[in-house]
């Protein structure tokens, strides 16, 4: 109970820094990466796999989770405290709903668990949540959104940003990537999440876990087999591109 | 959330409701003596006044008449019964004035929080969820209000009926207080799809005006507001006496 504690574990240095929160942040750092995706009628989240042990269940490691019918969120560092924030954030949504009869906006749920990470890193006898979100969603009014938390309770609205191990190398790829052109279909902004993920994913399609919100449709898991066929289709047209160059430096 | 309705039972609070009140109708001005002895009920009491909302194409008309009773005495001819929360939120006072009053300015403080923290208008479902949410913890306790809550939000006209009891109802039309069943006649009998504007604020004048007539505890002047999409406006204030005789005149 944090009534027995009587001394803060988050206090500020002598220049002005938290450092449990930047050691919260060093623990994001090490989780499996995640990438998200706003595209025009869909928004995508990608996360990479951690190969499952031999003897293990796989369907209990998910690591993208709905909040709600028309929101979800993936994470990137301790899946235990990822747990409890998703936990509390399902609840809010329904309570929104139930308040002000209307789903929640994404910015909503999001500045929720902003501001529960944020209590954390100011209270007595707790730490802060070694949790990074991405959080995916449509608006009721159709437009799509993505928002990344950290643990210090900031949120920031992005196109397309990543987290996690890696992080830096997937979100430079982004910037050279993400254009209007190249998010312009669904299966584009797909494509471009799983080229983003290939970047610094082992062993390809079978590490990397998709899904996929439609306007005014539920969170869809892409199954493997869909997966593969993405894959596959990557490959084919980086060979031709690949064909293409080789062609124009010969001529 | 520590329940408080369930501290008392029922019968207890009751004799307390009377007695209470007995103490406070003599001070208080106008609409707060409306409980009767015999209980907590729109139908069992004898002196509220009445008020009338109605949707339509073009938004929300409301209202309302200007009388305060205390028993069969006048207390006022001039209350303002229609409590401006915000630009576009109105609500009616219907039962204990200070009841009314005090609890829809403390929505009127819920919703500009809300709009401040949400950066959008609050919806009129959401605000009359959130008087009902709180005026749901002191059911039983004799608090004593009905009213209407309308506004124009993203989705349409709204128009909300909202009470101590716990009732919270959406609708097209309403009729509030002692008067009501006069002015549901009136409403029911004009209502019709296609209304312009002038026609439902005459529509409304006419339902209050009626009630007014017939009812003891309804009078003074009819005070209307009419709800757009930009917000609401006062439209009119008309004496009950001027429109019985401008029917009068109407009627030769």
Redo the contacts between chains.
């Keep these: 109970m944090a009534a027995r504690y009587d001394r803060a574990i988050t206090v500020f240095s002598p220049d002005g820094h938290l450092f449990q929160v930047e050691y919260a942040q060093e623990a994001v750092k090490k989780g499996s990466t995640a990438v998200g995706i706003r595209g025009k009628d869909i928004v995508v989240l990608g996360v990479e796999k951690k190969s499952v042990a031999k003897l293990q269940e796989e369907r209990t490691v998910r690591k993208i989770c709905a909040l709600d019918e028309h929101v979800c969120m993936a994470f990137a560092g301790l899946t235990a405290d990822a747990r409890i924030v998703i936990n509390r954030a399902r609840v809010e949504c329904q309570s929104h709903r139930l308040?002000?009869?209307?789903p929640v906006?994404v910015e909503?749920i999001t500045r929720y668990i902003a501001t529960l990470k944020q209590r954390y890193t100011q209270s007595n006898g707790r730490r802060p949540f070694g949790i990074s979100a991405l959080i995916v969603g449509f608006d009721y009014d159709g437009t799509p959104r993505l928002y990344q938390t950290d643990p210090s309770g900031t949120y920031h609205a992005w196109k397309s940003n990543a987290i996690g191990r890696s992080a830096k190398t997937v979100r430079e790829f982004l910037e050279k990537n993400y254009t209007e052109e190249a998010i312009a279909t669904d299966n584009d902004a797909i494509k471009l999440a799983i080229k983003a993920l290939l970047e610094v994913v082992q062993s390809g399609g079978k590490n990397i876990e998709l899904a996929v919100i439609r306007r005014s449709q539920p969170l869809k898991i892409l199954e493997s087999k869909e997966i593969e066929t993405l894959v596959a289709e990557i490959e084919k047209e980086k060979e031709e591109e690949a064909e293409k160059k080789k062609q124009k430096k010969a001529t | 959330m520590h329940s408080r309705r369930f501290r008392h039972t029922r019968e207890c609070r009751q004799e307390l409701i009377g007695r209470h009140l007995e103490h406070v109708r003599v001070d208080i001005e106008g609409a707060t003596s409306l409980h009767s002895m015999a209980g907590v009920g729109r139908k069992k009491d004898g002196a509220r006044e009445e008020r009338r909302g109605g949707e339509f194409q073009h938004g929300v008309i409301v209202a309302v008449d200007s009388r305060a009773t205390a028993g069969s005495y006048i207390a006022s001819q001039t209350v303002k019964k229609v409590i401006e929360i915000n630009p576009y939120l109105l609500g009616t006072m219907a039962g204990g004035a200070a009841d009314c009053s005090f609890w829809e300015r403390l929505l009127a403080r819920q919703c500009r929080i809300y709009e401040l923290r949400n950066k959008e208008r609050i919806s009129v479902a959401a605000a009359s969820k959130l008087l009902a949410n709180m005026v749901y913890q002191y059911k039983g306790m004799g608090l004593s209000m009905g009213t209407m809550v309308c506004g124009w939000d993203k989705r349409g006209p709204g128009l909300y009926y909202v009470d101590s009891e716990g009732n919270r109802v959406c609708g097209d039309s309403f009729s509030v207080g002692s008067g009501s069943v006069y002015a549901y006649g009136v409403l029911d009998r004009g209502r019709r799809e296609d209304l312009s504007v002038e026609e439902a604020c005459e529509l409304g004048r006419r339902a209050i005006y009626q009630a007014t007539y017939r009812d003891a505890y309804s009078g003074g002047v009819v005070n209307l507001y009419h709800v757009k999409s930009d917000g609401w406006v006062c439209v009119s204030q008309n004496d009950v006496a001027d429109l019985h005789r401008k029917y009068l005149d109407e009627a030769k």
Excluded at chain 1, 99 to 102: F, G, L, N
């Design positions: 308040t002000v009869e209307d906006t909503y």
